[in-house]
């Protein structure tokens, strides 16, 4: 009996054995059996146009087979199509795993490069479509549309090859490893693009213009250091010299309380407005420039922007800024006994903007793409950068929003000269009504009948959309839009609001709230307030609606014309309530002292918020995640960096200019522009 149970723990140990073996060898001959498919296959594509890529490829081939280190670091570099039926249009791979092998320095002949390549998967042009139909074949669905314009049948597919392949090679090579994707059953051809190729290890050289920045910042941290030690070393309250004035324009302490007192004749209402708008505008652009990228979950981003419909027409907030820029003027010139020389109210207004505005530019042509890197960096950054080196002198100008706008540098930048181009008009209306009332006055009421009729008519002609539709396609290329060219970022179709600030900035410079406080009272100023909030709710949500209606051009034009104009007579119905009614609640939220810094800073976060939103975006290693969580999380950093730069810009760049633009012409007022 024991002779038995021994023989028979002797055969199971056997068969375990054999069993055991048997199951490694079918791993390794999977294994195997991949990669030996790869090598065939790769030996039937033509490569007459780059043999040595076809070498090269099929010698890593070989040695992942044997699992040479560096072989099988490159193939697992590269990953195949996943979660593109989802709307995942980039595949990126590991771009830091096929850029950085530990032995790049030390074994050069087995350099890689990162290649971006746009492959579309059929030749059709994608259709909304409508039921998914779950048994049918993929194709139908992949030539679809999403609602919000999301096309399925073109993705962006990062690769790593060796640093010998030309674009045929890898082409190719791509083409070779679709077919063993979950894609690869499509009866089309695919359309292969390669554009935009980075090779490992190459030396990294900065242009002169990068040097040339830091050493302006530089000197001008310099410059506002000598001059706050200077100050704090010599009694110069009494002194008339030139030195201890020009101390004064770039000394930090003196610029930092400018910053955070208030003014005597300050509309608190005002700050507050301004800086909640500007974090808003933060919010707003980090979805903007995120859905511009890659994104993982793109359906479920679709379904995200069904639930916000009303928040598609944010940019109202635009007119907002402008409502509160024709105010300011209205109210500081209209009981001016005496005018200033237009021209030079112009120039002191175009400093004060050209300032911060021409380091951004600076920093966009030549610093921000040495900033990072990333498989999208190259390209997305690289046009940034492009767009820049060519317009610099049109956004200098203040032209940019009329002339070559599909290639304006920095695509927030059409905002400021448009606000100039307003300021040229208000500026002649206020003094042309000063001078010839009567005619004056019927000036304006043309301009503003005109300021309707121009919208109008430039709808109707171009058949163009009601508003701005915020769809995929629209937030990948802004800059193509027509309805963004020809009309958005056009002043001629933004005098509706402007002409509004001007006409409440008269209100309020002849009837000043400090002597009319609390003329409304409680009851009526929660009435008005309602109203009034009611009337900006129709303009902003309605573009939501028109974002799914079918299109009627007559509908469209009548929005079009109004709807700017109805933002801004309700916005400057709160802003009138606050200072000339009372509602505790929303006085104490618009007229926080904490606002006059924030608001005073808001210029700068508007400039600088962008270009650290795409720093975020465009170096991500890998498509992101997006949800309404994850937007406002991401949102507090540009926020808070974005104020933190602006701080730097204030007191090293806006405030001395302010100074300096004050010392030179006499004016005593600071700007809280």
């Known amino acids: 009996m024991e002779w038995c149970n021994v023989y028979l723990l002797v055969i199971s ?27 065939e296959n790769l030996q039937s594509e033509n490569w007459e146009n780059d043999v040595v890529c076809y070498d090269k490829i099929l010698e890593i081939l070989h040695s992942a087979r044997n699992s040479s280190l560096w072989a099988v670091w490159v193939l697992d570099s590269i990953q195949l199509p996943t979660g593109v039926l989802y709307g995942s249009k980039y595949q990126l791979g590991n771009y830091d795993e096929c850029m950085k092998a530990v032995w790049l320095h030390t074994h050069p002949e087995l350099r890689t490069k990162y290649c971006l390549v746009d492959v579309q998967l059929t030749d059709v042009v994608p259709q909304k479509g409508g039921e998914v139909n779950p048994y049918g074949t993929m194709e139908p669905y992949i030539n679809t549309k999403t609602k919000h314009a999301r096309a399925l049948n073109t993705i962006t597919w990062g690769i790593c090859v060796p640093s010998q392949c030309g674009k045929d090679g890898v082409a190719i090579f791509l083409r070779m490893l ?63 010299s030139i030195l201890p004035k020009l101390a004064k324009v770039f000394c930090m302490n003196k610029n930092t309380y400018d910053l955070v007192k208030p003014s005597s004749d300050d509309i608190p209402a005002l700050h507050g407005v301004r800086a909640l708008t500007a974090f808003i505008f933060v919010l707003t652009h980090q979805v903007f420039f995120h859905n511009s990228a890659a ?37 500081g010139l209209a009981t001016k006994e005496k005018l200033e020389n237009p021209l030079l109210a112009l120039w002191k207004r175009y400093i004060r903007l050209i300032g911060p505005m021409a380091l951004m530019v600076f920093y966009m042509a030549s610093v921000f793409k040495h900033m990072g890197d990333g498989p999208m960096w190259p390209r997305l950054v690289g046009y940034e950068q492009e767009t820049c080196e060519k317009n610099w002198w049109l956004s200098l100008l203040m032209l940019n929003n009329y002339i070559n706008s599909e290639e304006m540098c920095y695509i927030i930048l059409w905002y400021i000269p448009a606000d100039y181009q307003l300021t040229i008009l208000g500026i002649a209306l206020i003094y042309f009504c000063r001078r010839h009332h009567r005619l004056g006055m019927v000036t304006v009421g043309v301009v503003a009948v005109l300021s309707v009729l121009l919208p109008a008519v430039d709808t ?18 802004i800059r193509g839009n027509a309805v963004f060219n020809n009309t958005y970022i056009r002043s001629h179709h933004r005098v509706g609001a402007y002409l509004v600030g001007l006409a ?24 008005l307030f309602t109203l009034v909030f009611i009337l900006a709710w129709i303009p902003l949500s309605m573009g939501g609606v028109f974002y799914i209606r079918e299109y009627d051009v007559l509908e469209a034009t009548a929005y079009a014309a109004t ?29 926080w002292s904490a606002w006059v810094p924030l608001s005073r800073l808001s210029y700068g976060l508007y400039l600088t918020h962008p270009a650290l939103i795409m720093y975020n975006v465009y170096s991500a290693r890998a498509p992101l995640t997006q949800n309404p969580f994850t937007m406002l999380s991401h949102t507090f950093g540009p926020l808070v960096i974005g104020c933190l730069l602006s701080l730097v810009i204030w007191l090293l760049v806006h405030a001395p200019i302010i100074g300096l633009t004050n010392l030179k012409f006499g004016s005593k007022k600071t700007s809280t522009t």
């Not at 109707?460 to 290329?477: F, G, S, V």
Request: with cysteine; proline share 3%.
């Open 504 to 527: 409440v900035g008269y209100l309020m410079a002849w009837y000043k709230p400090a002597q009319y406080k609390n003329i409304i009272n409680k009851k009526w100023s929660t009435i």
């Open 178 to 240: 679709l077919r063993f994707s979950a894609l690869g059953g499509l009866s089309s051809e695919p359309r292969i693009s390669v554009d935009d190729c980075q090779l490992a290890g190459e030396p990294y050289l900065y242009g002169t213009g990068v040097s040339v920045f830091f050493y302006v910042i530089l000197s001008l941290m310099i410059i506002a250091v000598a001059s706050t030690w200077y100050l704090s070393v010599n009694d110069c309250e009494t002194s008339d």
């Open 563 to 591: 709807n700017r104009i109805v933002w801004a007579l309700a916005i400057s119905g709160i802003i009138i309530i606050c200072e000339y009614g009372h509602i505790p609640i929303v006085n104490n939220l618009l007229g």
């Open 13 to 39: 140990l056997c068969l375990c054995s054999i069993l055991a073996n048997h199951h490694i060898e079918n791993k390794v001959e999977k294994r195997l059996s991949y990669i030996d498919t790869l090598i």
């Open 295 to 331: 994104v993982v979950n793109g359906l479920d981003v679709d379904k995200d922007l069904d639930m916000v419909l009303f928040t598609t027409h944010t940019d109202l907030l635009t007119d907002t800024f402008l409502l509160m820029s024709g105010l300011l003027l209205a109210r």
């Open 460 to 477: 109707y002609h171009q058949r163009l959309p009601a508003t701005l539709i915020y769809d995929i396609e629209t937030m990948i290329n």
